[in-house]
């Protein structure tokens, strides 16, 4: 028998090809996102405005089926961290993030990833597989229906584990998703794409849609990004930087890019990085977002001290760039990108899995 077809992950677009194929018309799309990802319902049988016929033959060939959530870790200042599996047995992470007016949630776009810069948990596991958009909306998904005592999600940043440009098209899908009117119906502002700088694909996105993007440069010489994000020696400094002025080109409205800047201790957070940094940024209308090191398990990397936080940021600020330093949030609960499954990993390997539910 042929496996029957995961709805969950599927566009509008897609759902009308997916209800034509089977003689229904193309308002059946709306209906059936609308029950998905607005009532949260993923039961054929409880869709009252599909006739029984519909809805048995629905049953028969089509399924909603969103990933496993293993387990949840919750900090003291309210950041939830769910452990996923997918079907392959795969292990992702998402993290719910609250601010003053807004939810955030962090996902994946792989499971693992094959790009190693030097000072990331998911870089150090190496690359498992591409997500597919059924996995990736079910986060979404999950975050809004699964802790029903929980306020919805409002943001939703690509900077879990993997790197989203690499996994284009099931991102983009679940991103029309993400969208849609009849579904989450969240604006170009509310999304974030965080990547590597992955040159073409930044490109053929600018091409393609308005959403926030991000991106990692950590490093404003060649010669040193080339070591922490080795993507560099592929896609250098100055050929990243003209595709992000391009995608700003193809924007309406006054718009940004976000740079993160991790600042490793020793590594590249001194004044003459701070000065490199201001000037490659120069030309490009950008914001700074500072990320202090998260330390994990097996990285001789160290977190700049806050003396060395404070001036970086005071320098930039003082050379006029609107400058951000994001606290890591959820430190105590292995708050950065991968370091959940990295514990996970090396749990199994030693001994039992990581049996709690939540740590305070
Ligand atoms: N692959 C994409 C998106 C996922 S990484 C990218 O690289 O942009 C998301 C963010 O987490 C990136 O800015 C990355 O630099 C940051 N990050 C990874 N490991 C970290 C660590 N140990 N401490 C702090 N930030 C980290
Ligand atoms: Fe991959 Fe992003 Fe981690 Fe680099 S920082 S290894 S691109 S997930």
């Known amino acids: 028998m042929q496996d029957k077809k995961n709805l969950l992950g599927c ?51 089509a399924i909603l089926k969103t990933p496993l959530v293993k387990n949840v870790l919750t900090s003291e200042e309210g950041t939830k961290k769910y452990l996923v599996e997918l079907d392959s047995g795969s292990s992702i992470e998402m993290v719910r993030i609250p601010e003053k007016k807004r939810m955030t949630l962090c996902i994946s776009s792989q499971a693992g990833c094959a790009l190693q810069c030097t000072f990331c ?11 597919t958009s059924d996995e990736i909306i079910g986060q979404v998904w999950l975050a809004n229906f ?61 091409d393609m849609t308005d959403i926030s993007l991000a991106i990692s440069l950590h ?52 004044l003459k990085h701070a000065a490199g940094l201001s000037k490659v940024l120069a030309s490009l209308s950008c914001k700074i977002n500072l990320i202090p090191f998260n330390p994990f398990d097996g990285s001789d990397y160290k977190r700049s001290t806050d003396k060395n936080i404070y001036a970086f940021k005071n320098y930039l600020v003082n050379k006029g760039y609107i400058t951000t ?33 939540s740590i305070h």
């Open 325 to 357: 330093c994001r606290i890591t949030r959820g430190d105590a609960i292995d708050g950065a990108c991968g370091q959940l499954v990295g514990n996970l990993k090396k749990t199994i390997k030693g001994k039992s899995l990581i049996q709690h539910t």
């Open 11 to 61: 566009s509008q677009e897609s759902l009308e090809v997916f209800f034509k194929d089977i003689g229904e018309p193309p308002f059946r799309a709306k209906q059936l996102l609308k029950w998905v990802h607005q009532k949260g319902e993923l039961d054929f049988e409880m869709m009252t405005d599909f006739n029984k016929d519909l809805r048995s033959r629905l049953k028969d060939i």
């Open 219 to 270: 490093a404003s010489e060649n010669e040193l990004r080339d070591i922490i994000v080795p993507i560099n020696k592929k896609y250098p400094i100055k050929e990243l930087l003209n595709s992000c002025k391009n995608y700003l080109s193809k924007q309406t409205g006054k718009r940004n890019i976000t740079i993160e800047y991790i600042l490793i201790d020793g590594i590249n957070d001194s």
């Open 146 to 206: 699964y802790d029903k005592n929980e306020a919805p999600i409002t943001n939703v940043v690509f900077m879990g584990m993997g790197e989203p440009l690499l996994n284009f098209n099931p991102v983009m899908e679940s991103v029309d998703i993400m969208r849609n009117q009849i579904a989450y119906c969240l604006s170009r502002k509310r999304i974030t794409i965080s990547t590597s700088g992955i040159v073409p694909q930044i490109n053929k996105l600018a």
């Open 121 to 131: 948990a998911t870089g150090a596991q190496g690359f498992d597989q591409n997500l």
